[in-house]
């Protein structure tokens, strides 16, 4: 059975909403004000790892089975690891209280007075996680909630900004801050701070739910409705990220705005005051509530899953969905209360490390017939290869996060090639690659030996 037009539709909306949250809001604006009139190539690079990278990691997955029968071909303990690594990043530790966080300083802390800011946090998040708790329950009924309203309704505000800059205009800025040089380079970077690549990895399992739910049965056929949805949320993503670009282009014209202390948020709270007046930060702050809520929704339930999955007993006890849907909601909690600042600071390292093993190895799912399935040692080596400077330089950046230094090692990732454009991993990958080849080829010629 086929899913409609509708149904398709439908889903599309739902992967939409579970991937567009407030990093997908702020960061395309904040490269828009950056890059000025050198958008289109900062653009295309904010895209390609934003928007591309997300979507060939849904369809890989998909078409390989699974995340996890994916990331066996490295070993199955590498499957474990790296799952666990992501499901927390994408979930507990970094983007689900980051959601509670981030509409909070757009929605409420704007007119709450400073010495009330704590109280006012620990009452807001505890009733975001309420509501995101209740729709989370039954994660096979999540394009009703999701694909049905609060994805269209998503839409239809983004495009009311869009519209109200078509009719502001306005000249664009020169390039400034990181986007002074390099701008695709620079946007490619900056898409890895939507997170977007490691939750795609899981998000198939919430969207074939939904999918089955629709009573396809045939495993092949709700893989082929899965990559639909994907590619459908892919082009939903160019269209927004461009208008969204646009906007910070025209904000940026606007207002100034300084690349070491503003943020995407100053840049859409400066186009609102300009163009809406007082009601400009209530407006903005009901966008980020719908897209965090969205996003909170989608996550607690891939995470909830995933747990599930793996782990139904824990000590001799059996663990059901529910409960763990309650431990991810309570834990998100109490990280969400330490502030949006502390949880960026952390974040930024371990996605440093994350990223670019989730990179190869979608790249690697998506030439297996030519590569991996010829030369299957080609996996072990090239994340093995990718993984040291990768966790290399994750250590190093937390280390001065926590205010100290590691000389020793900053010197020794210097000498990697590109690594002052935080892509020294790109030369091991290759390395890697031939390593693979060729290991293969002596393993083979050993065991065809008479």
């Keep these: 059975m086929h899913l409609t037009a509708r149904q398709r539709l439908v889903m599309t909306f739902t992967f939409f909403s579970m991937f567009f949250g407030a990093g997908n809001l702020i960061f395309p604006p904040f490269v828009g004000a950056q890059a000025g009139f050198a958008i289109m190539p900062a653009g295309v690079g904010f895209i390609v790892s934003a928007v591309g990278l997300p979507i060939l990691g849904v369809i890989a997955v998909t078409f390989a089975g699974g995340f996890d029968a994916l990331a066996s071909r490295v070993s199955p303990g590498f499957s474990l690891f790296l799952g666990l690594a992501i499901i927390l990043t994408i979930g507990p530790c970094f983007a689900i209280p980051r959601t509670a966080t981030t509409s909070f300083e757009m929605m409420v802390a704007p007119f709450t007075a400073d010495g009330a800011i704590p109280v006012a946090r620990l009452v807001y998040s505890a009733v975001f996680f309420a509501l995101a708790f209740l ?47 390099n701008q695709m380079a620079r946007g490619f970077l900056d898409g890895y701070q939507t997170m977007d690549l490691l939750a795609a990895l899981y998000f198939g399992i919430v969207i074939s739910a939904n999918i089955r739910a629709q009573s396809v049965d045939d495993e092949n056929e709700v893989r082929r409705e899965t990559a639909f949805a994907g590619l459908g949320t892919g082009v939903l993503l160019v ?10 282009v025209v904000s940026g014209g606007i207002t100034a705005i300084d690349s070491t202390k503003d943020t995407g948020a100053t840049v859409l709270t400066n186009l609102t005051s300009s163009v809406f007046g007082a009601a400009g930060t209530a407006f903005l702050g009901v966008v980020f509530v719908i897209a965090c809520l969205n996003v909170c929704t989608g996550l607690i339930c891939t995470c909830a899953t995933y747990f599930h999955t793996r782990f139904r007993t824990v000590a001799g006890h059996g663990v059901s969905y529910r409960a763990w849907q309650v431990v991810f909601t309570v834990f998100s909690f109490v990280v969400s209360n330490a502030g949006l600042s502390a949880i960026i600071k952390v974040s930024v390292p371990v996605l440093s490390a994350l990223y670019p093993l989730a990179i190869v190895l979608v790249l690697l799912a998506l030439t297996h017939r030519i590569v991996g399935a010829r030369f299957p040692r080609v996996y072990q080596w090239t994340i093995l290869l990718v993984a040291i400077p990768s966790v290399a330089t994750c250590v190093a950046s937390l280390a001065v996060v926590f205010g100290s230094s590691l ?9 990697l090639p590109l690594q002052e454009q935080q892509l020294g991993w790109l030369v091991p990958a290759a390395v890697g690659m031939i390593a693979g080849v060729v290991d293969s080829l002596v393993r083979r010629k050993t065991v065809d030996r008479p």
Excluded: N
């Design 135 to 181: 729709f989370a329950q039954h994660p096979e009924r999540l394009s009703k909630v999701l694909g049905r309203f609060m994805g269209p309704l998503l839409l239809a505000l983004i495009a009311v900004l869009f519209v109200a800059c078509l009719v502001h205009g306005g000249e664009a800025p020169r390039p400034s801050g990181d986007y002074a040089t």
């Design 407 to 415: 000389p020793w090692l900053d010197a020794a990732l210097a000498l």
């Design 239 to 248: 269209i927004i990220y461009g208008a969204l670009s646009y906007v910070g």
